[in-house]
């Protein structure tokens, strides 16, 4: 006779409710698949077990030594519409058969937060799924401390984790340093269930109040589709975007290439982004244009100078808009896409200079300036107060 599960691990099996504590993260790797001793046949057995990604039910209580047959009827129980995604079974097993396999008694899900699904044998001896939907907290937690033998340890001796930890200090990066006594708040994102467990989420608000320097107040905010680091009170804010000028395939990628016009293997500086004659280009960051016209095989040509000793190339132009000693800012309409010079066809040939070396452009990012609107900071500076108004954990 197979004894019943125990109350810790699995609950009580109710015909009107199911209650199950979730296996503990560091128990989903304790898969019994590959135990060394069989347990004796007497004994039923308890399991925490990890679904894997790609992985079925089935699949999964098989090699757990489920019957084949209790193990299709357990997953087909599954709605199709509700799929696991991964993450821990609870299973529990009764006495081995003859043939080796065990009878299902009662497995526990939990694919998500919010869902509660367990399969269970009651007296009437068919497999049943019982749901139950859990309630979840989608409040941000918000979390304040103060500055000790450094930044980061601190951090993580108030409970922040080491992830948002990391987040943390790269919004900090470039705007001074945290000395001990100094206050830190952050503000993220967290969903939690009822029944205790976390979602942590993305870090909204980083906050840090110096005894010495100017205080920094941060908001993650999105601007033209990117995330970015926002101070309320700024006029404007840097941000960094994609390097290339436009969108569009690459025909020619940067490094040794066979020229299509005098078909000798050369280093190609650049990349080609294919486009249609007259299509707009826009500088790739803020800077000042050092060139502006015809440049032989380049045909009209214009080049930027950026920060950092960083220079951007726009070559084969139908068209230029902005002459030598224009400052420009990212975004910003420099000329269009065409065909001069040494050219097979209506394309950007594009280039980016650091130090006066080229290199890839793609993947490469150039900052720019933002401007902020009065309405702008008022949403900003709202959100904010929203965040830091959140009881601190």
Known sequence: MAAKPSSAALGAVDPRTVTVALAAPRLAAAATRAQPFPPPADYAIEMALNLERG??????????????????????????????DGGPVLVFLGDRATDGSRRIVQI???????????????????????????????????ITGTVGGGLFWSLRAAG??????????????????????DRFELVANQRRAATGEIEPGALQYAGLDRSRGSDVRLIRWMVDGRSEW?????????????????????SSHFGLRTHPIFG??????????????????????????????????YGLRIRVAHRDGVDTS????????????TSVRQGDLIGFVGSTGFSTGSHLHFELFRGGEAINPLGAKLDGTLSLSRSDRAALAARMSQLRSIPAA
């Open 108 to 142: 526990t899900l939990r694919p998500s937060l919010a869902r509660h699904m367990a399969v269970v044998r009651p007296d009437s001896g068919e497999l049943k799924l019982l749901e139950r939907t859990i309630a979840v907290d989608a409040t941000p937690v918000r």
């Open 264 to 297: 000798r293997t050369s280093f190609h500086r650049g990349v080609d982004i294919r486009a249609a004659w007259g299509t707009p280009v826009h500088a790739s960051g803020d800077g000042q244009v050092t060139t502006s016209g015809w440049s032989g095989g």
């Open 160 to 181: 922040v984790t080491p992830e948002l930890a990391s987040d943390y200090l790269s919004a900090m990066a470039g705007r001074g340093t945290a000395a001990a006594g």
């Open 230 to 250: 926002i101070d309320p009170e700024q006029s404007s804010v840097r941000a960094s975007a994609p390097a290339l000028p436009l969108g569009g395939r690459i």
């Open 55 to 84: 992985e079925s039910l089935e699949e999964l209580l098989v090699k757990a030594g489920a019957a084949a047959a209790d193990a299709r009827s357990a997953a087909m129980l599954i709605p199709s519409d509700k799929p696991l």
């Open 314 to 325: 726009y070559s084969h132009l139908s068209r230029i808009v902005v002459p030598i000693g």
